[in-house]
Each structure stands twice: as structure tokens, then as C-alpha cells.
């Protein structure tokens, strides 16, 4: 079964860090980018950062920028998001999600997600 | 404020029709495929229709996905109490080098 599971959340105060990992099974991890996304409390979803099949090509929302870093090991099947300088407002729901890509196309869509893991940023 | 647009809520009845607009722009849904996502309440983002109107193994054909120009549209057909979920469109912004979703559609079984 293809799945990736989420994990590290927790609670933190302001300006501190924490990194997720998300574990990846079922499928050749090392063969599909990858991305995490995050739901605040009663809001909608939130991409934050993408990385590609090797991990060379990273990207990340404006929101985030300078202040997280997409990582991936292949030979662990496992991606990390590290999080530095956290706000309240970065607390939410934080997903893994493998990313597919259409034959022939680069047309991109997540197509599996982990159950999420929860960061709380609060004093 | 997304980048794409949806509206906040739908509703009908039972075995009516409900159809989501998603608006964006020539750089993001008029020059990429759009795909949605289904969260049902308390769970995680599911995939329901990926490049425009291509349905996931397991998704009913109740679930259609359509695109014209820089607007995409899903219609649920049949709607059972079992849709009532919050539902995304997504897609990829070439300007940025970002993926961007829109705000969410609330939909309610009357």
C-alpha cells in the first residue's frame, strides 16, 4: 500500500524550531517529488514547500521563505521539514504529500497524503 | 487572500447536482492542469480529480472535473449526505514557482 506517514509535530514557543519527517512506503520514494502543506486552526490548506525527485530543485511559499528548509534522504524514503523562527501563526495541521506527475507532461498534483501531524507554537 | 478563487459554500438537496467554480489566472489554471481535493471533517485531503477532469481508481463518476481558459469546475452529481465536505482546487503558479490551492468550498447536503 502506497502511504506517508507524518511525524515530529508538538508544541514549541515562538521562535523556536522543530522538524517533521514524513516516512514513505509502498512506492520508489526516490522517483516522485514531494510536498508539505499546512491547515491552520478553521482554514483552508496552505502549501508551504515542494522538492524534487532528487532533492536539487526546492520551493517554497512566500510565507515561509527564509524561514524553513525541504529535505529528503533516498535512501531512507524519509522527507523533513525543518522549521526555524516559528510563529503562532505558523500552528496548524502540517501534511506530507507525494507528488505525481501526468506522462509526458509537467503537470503536477498530489495524489497520496499522510493523516498530518500537528505543531503548536505557543509560550 | 488566494490566489484562486472559489466560493465559501454550496448546498442542495439529496440526489441534486452541486457544481464549485475555481478563478484564477492565464499564469496559473490557464497554463496548468488543475487537480481537486476532498477533506472530509476531522480527516485528511484526498485526491478526487487530477489533470482537469481524470478521476482517481475508487473515485464514483459522480465526481466530474471540467477546465475553460483560467476557470475549472467540479460537479458533484447525486449528492449524498457522505459528500458534506470541505473541497479544494489546486494548481501549479508559473510565475512564482509555487503550488497554489484556492480557498476552500464548504459543501452541505440540505
Known amino acids: 500500500e502506497v502511504q506517508v506517514l507524518e511525524s515530529g509535530g508538538g508544541l514549541v514557543q515562538p521562535g523556536g524550531s522543530l522538524r517533521l519527517s514524513c516516512a514513505a512506503s509502498g512506492f520508489t520514494f526516490s522517483s516522485y517529488p514531494m510536498s508539505w502543506a499546512r491547515q491552520a486552526p478553521g482554514k483552508g490548506l496552505e502549501w508551504v514547500a515542494g522538492i524534487s525527485d532528487n532533492g536539487d530543485g526546492t520551493f517554497y511559499a512566500d510565507s515561509v521563505k527564509g524561514r524553513i528548509a525541504i529535505s529528503r534522504d533516498n535512501s531512507k524514503n524519509t522527507l523533513y521539514l525543518q522549521l526555524n523562527s516559528l510563529r503562532a501563526e505558523d500552528t496548524g495541521v502540517y501534511y506530507c504529500?507525494?507528488?505525481?506527475?501526468?506522462?509526458?507532461?509537467?503537470?503536477?498534483?498530489?495524489?497520496?497524503w499522510g493523516k498530518g501531524t500537528t505543531v503548536t507554537v505557543s509560550s | 487572500q488566494s490566489v484562486l478563487t472559489q466560493p465559501p459554500s454550496v448546498s442542495a438537496a439529496p440526489g441534486q447536482k452541486v457544481t464549485i467554480s475555481c478563478s484564477g489566472s492565464s499564469s496559473n489554471i490557464g497554463s496548468n492542469h488543475v487537480s481537486w481535493y476532498q477533506q472530509l471533517p476531522g480527516t485528511a485531503p484526498k485526491l478526487l480529480i487530477y489533470?482537469?477532469?481524470n478521476r482517481p481508481s475508487g473515485i464514483p463518476d459522480r465526481f466530474s472535473g471540467s477546465k475553460s481558459g483560467t476557470s475549472a469546475t467540479l460537479a458533484i452529481t447525486g449528492l449524498q449526505t457522505g459528500d458534506e465536505a470541505d473541497y479544494y482546487c489546486?494548481?501549479?503558479?508559473?510565475?512564482?514557482?509555487?503550488?497554489?490551492f484556492g480557498g476552500g468550498t464548504k459543501v452541505t447536503v440540505l
Open positions: 504529500a507525494k507528488v505525481a506527475v501526468a506522462p509526458y507532461t509537467d503537470y503536477y498534483y498530489m495524489d497520496v
Open positions: 489533470d482537469n477532469n
Open positions: 489546486g494548481t501549479w503558479e508559473r510565475s512564482l514557482s509555487v503550488w497554489v
